[in-house]
């Protein structure tokens, strides 16, 4: 990430209200971020410094909210596009009208933010740029049982390679956050008997995600970061 001495250090984070996002924009918001948190509503109560509801569905809508933040901050020195959705589903279960509901879930919401957001850091000649994929999507196998789900994540992957490929020569860098189970209330509900410990946190996200768009990591090119704890 470029030092930008006497300048507010910029970071775009979606999904801001759910577990992941909010480790994250507090994470942020510690070291000394001006956070600019979105979501399908506004959080008033949350400790980033600006807060925003936008349809991540809406192309035009996404891409007239980054050119918003541009005017007024010029730059966008990290981003980080946590907005998803799950499904199950085998080959027998799974129609296109479900892979086409994964699709705008998982990749839709992101492409219409990451589009622009990396557009501006390719002018700035500089950013970091974290997408969140799946592990069960790193492999056909893997996905077994969530079809949609799986073809929908693996487009993640692909992007991020498409755009580290048109990155190259400059201080643009893309990400893909792998994680396996995350410790969160939902899946502890949907999964009582596991083991929770072996689980990765909302918080060592957020601590892996800092760390790769700090200035310390601005050498590292990884552009998958696998997550896994002992899962």
Excluded: C
Excluded at 23 to 49: C, K, M, N, P, W
Excluded at 58 to 83: P, W
């Amino acid at each position: 990430m470029q030092n930008t001495r006497m300048k507010k250090i910029i970071a775009l984070i979606t999904g801001a209200r759910g577990n992941m996002g909010r480790a994250i924009v507090d994470r942020f918001a510690a070291d000394g971020y001006h956070v600019i948190g979105v979501d399908a509503h506004a959080d008033e109560g949350s400790t980033q410094l600006e807060s925003h509801a936008l349809d991540l569905m809406n192309e035009d809508a996404a891409s007239a909210f980054v050119q918003s933040v541009i005017v007024k901050h010029e730059r966008i020195n990290v981003a980080v596009l946590t907005v998803g959705g799950f499904a199950l589903g085998s080959i027998a279960e799974t129609k296109t009208s479900d892979i086409a509901q994964q699709y705008k879930l998982n990749f839709e919401t992101l492409y219409n933010v990451a589009r622009p957001v990396f557009l501006q850091m390719l002018k700035q000649g500089y950013g970091r740029l974290f997408l969140v994929g799946a592990r069960p999507a790193l492999t056909a196998a893997g996905s077994r049982g969530m079809v949609a789900y799986g073809l929908a994540k693996s487009l993640v992957f692909r992007v991020a390679e498409l755009m580290n490929d048109e990155a190259k020569g400059t201080k643009v860098a893309v990400s893909v956050i792998v994680p396996s189970i995350i410790d969160t209330p939902q899946n502890r509900t949907a999964m009582p008997d596991a083991d929770f410990s072996k689980w990765v946190t909302p918080k060592q996200i957020a601590d892996v995600v800092a760390f790769h768009a700090s200035e310390t990591a601005s050498a590292l090119r990884e552009s998958v970061i696998k997550l896994y704890g002992d899962a």
